[in-house]
């Protein structure tokens, strides 16, 4: 659906630009009032649970339409990669609602609200910024410099703290299941040390070892929070609800983030709903500038929902069987291990499942320099599965895999269909760059035209930290020379 920009008397580009965001974010408030007004009429668990995911997520796109506004009238230092960043996620927000009203089979309940072009106006806007940006697969600058292998947006005092031993002691608040720390759940600490927090300083949350059996959401409101566990194999938190419990993929998360610049360091979040219940959310991250360091995700289908925004994962753990790390964020794993475990009979396992849904999007998901493998109760039973790296979720699904050791599990093919059709085949982007072990090979991969074995540095420098999540080039690995940029 095109506007005539003649009729706006846009005098640039830019101007065109904030009329379509303008148009997009008044649509988005019509969706909204439209929601509230479904909300009231809600009477089964499924509508109620869609809805309440539905209300956040609308709400979470007009915070983004907002404050991408805000940046661009006010002129603070923002980029237009920014912008596309934030439009990407308030795009991703509406897609999502449609899917969680899939999910629960209540779609005709949730038509209203999503019937007012709202996506087709955030395309608009993404189109046009895309303009501003260059090109369509557009990558940040690298104007953005790293430090000691964290990006750019990590502040000099965060990162003291990602490496301080003795950060327990820095905390602001101690959660301790024996009693010993100011609260016993962590849902309450952070509440009560966001609530107090003065100006607009990180918040430090220490979680003593033990097992933490609750949901746990940081709200959009939240921003800066910093957990810090006793160590992945120590400090966990789990949950176990899932699809087949009635709860939509969104919404079964153990760990949901909205909040900007979250930080996790030596925890495990898991979903013990089991291989039986369908999806299961281990942890769920819309959290824009956010890192994951030495941090586990257990879980079987959908463990690590990556849903928007800019998404760092340093030296973590992540187990799972099916589409086990989603979503349309833009994301870097490195130097992660990424364990696949055994399925139910019959399931082939799948690692990641991207969702991009519009080309302009500047999402994706990369692998680099990590490990994928078989989890120790794949290992004895191997031959009796199939195991892809990734199928197309969405249409301009993208996923990159660079350096990382591929065991030899990994069918040869390399990646899977979405569910036996042809679905994306053309419009998905996926690529593997110098990977080594016995699955690596690319002799016999897919023919699609979308999958790419890239031997070209530039194309992969395109999907490094410094380009895809805009604030870190990449860490030289041990032993493996590096050329700048990648």
């Not at 086990?324 to 794993?333: E, K, L, Q, S």
């Not at 599965?385 to 199928?391: D, K, S, V």
Request: glycine letters at 8%; one cysteine or more.
């Amino acid at each position: 659906m095109g506007h005539n920009p003649g009729r706006y008397d846009a005098k640039s580009e830019e101007d065109f630009r904030t009329m379509t965001i303008v148009a997009a974010l008044e649509r988005a408030v019509e969706a909204q009032t439209l929601a509230t007004k479904l909300g009231s009429r809600c009477r089964s668990k499924r509508k109620i649970l869609v809805y309440r995911d539905c209300n956040n997520l609308i709400d979470n796109t007009i915070l983004q339409l907002n404050s991408t506004l805000q940046s661009i009238q006010t002129n603070q230092s923002y980029t237009n990669f920014d912008v596309q960043t934030w439009l990407s996620t308030a795009l991703t927000n509406i897609e999502i609602c449609q899917s969680g009203s899939r999910d629960l089979n209540v779609t005709k309940f949730n038509s209203p609200i999503l019937s007012g072009n709202v996506s087709e106006l955030i395309s608009n806007s993404l189109a046009t910024n895309g303009a501003l940006l260059g090109n369509s697969s557009a990558t940040a600058s690298t104007e953005y410099v790293h430090s000691g292998g964290f990006p750019a947006w990590v502040s000099a005092g965060d990162r003291r703290l990602l490496r301080d031993l003795e950060l327990a002691s820095r905390a602001n608040v101690v959660v301790a299941q024996d009693g010993s720390g100011n609260f016993r759940s962590i849902q309450a600490a952070i509440n009560y040390a966001t609530a107090r927090r003065v100006g607009n300083g990180r918040v430090v949350i220490y979680v003593k070892r033990g097992v933490y059996r609750e949901n746990i959401l940081i709200s959009r409101t939240m921003n800066k929070v910093m957990l810090v566990g006793d160590g992945l194999r120590y400090t966990i938190i789990t949950g176990s609800r899932s699809v087949s419990a009635g709860f939509t993929t969104y919404s079964s998360a153990t760990f949901g983030i909205d909040g900007i610049g979250f930080i996790a360091r030596g925890i495990t979040f898991r979903n013990i709903a089991g291989p039986q219940r369908g999806q299961a959310v281990a942890l769920r991250s819309a959290s824009d500038l956010s890192v994951f360091y030495a941090c586990g995700f257990e879980g079987y289908q959908d463990t690590l929902f990556v849903h928007a925004q800019r998404q760092f994962y340093k030296s973590c753990y992540i187990y799972g069987t099916i589409d086990f790390i989603f979503g349309n964020a833009a994301v870097v794993f490195q130097n992660c291990i990424i364990y696949v475990r055994r399925p139910l009979v019959g399931q082939a396992n799948v690692i990641t499942a991207q969702g991009r849904g519009d080309p302009f999007q500047n999402t994706g998901i990369s692998i680099h320099n990590s490990r994928i493998m078989p989890a120790p109760d794949l290992r004895p039973v191997v031959q009796s599965f199939r195991t892809y790296l990734g199928r197309p979720w969405q249409q301009y699904s993208r996923t990159v895999i660079m350096r990382s050791f591929i065991d030899g599990f990994v069918s040869p093919d390399g990646w899977s269909l979405w569910e036996d059709s042809n679905f994306a085949l053309s419009t998905l982007y996926y690529g593997e760059y110098q990977n080594f072990g016995p699955g690596s090979s690319t002799r016999r991969r897919v023919k699609w035209p979308g999958y790419h074995v890239i031997t070209s540095q530039n194309v992969a420098s395109r999907f490094t930290v410094a380009n895809l999540i805009a604030g870190q080039a990449w860490l030289p690995s041990t032993g493996v020379p590096f050329t700048a940029g990648l």
